[in-house]
């Protein structure tokens, strides 16, 4: 079994940067894709990006692309999130989630870190 562990997050001014961390432990031999997702206070929880593991195919919500960039370090088992000019609106617990294959569904999610854009 996978376990999830985020770290990384904390309170930034707008147009800061923040890098958050996904450590994964356990068999990473079936794990299809890892993502990160968020979830405001008040809102529905969103994706934000995700990668294969193996392959390294990213996707990104239209509200990340261009600031955020997801990343994998294999030897460390580790998916990064590097997210540069922040705004109020990306304050949010963040969730790494992973998903077996292409058709399951995110199965195993990490406690959150929470992220703090102040304006």
């Known amino acids: 079994q996978v376990q999830l562990e985020e770290s990384g997050g904390g309170l930034v001014q707008a147009g800061g940067s923040l890098r958050l961390s996904c450590a994964a432990s356990g068999r990473m031999s079936n794990v299809y894709r890892i993502g990160w997702f968020r979830q405001a206070p008040g809102k529905e929880r969103e994706s934000v990006a995700s990668i294969t593991w193996s392959g390294g195919t990213t996707t990104y919500a239209d509200a990340a692309k261009g600031r955020f960039t997801i990343s994998r370090d294999t030897s460390k088992n580790t998916v990064y999130l590097q997210m540069n000019s922040l705004k109020p609106e990306d304050t949010g617990v963040y969730y790494c989630?992973?998903?077996?294959?292409?058709?399951?569904?995110?199965?195993?999610w990490g406690q959150g870190t929470q992220v703090t854009v102040s304006s």
């Open positions: 989630a992973r998903r077996s294959t292409w058709t399951s569904p995110y199965e195993y």
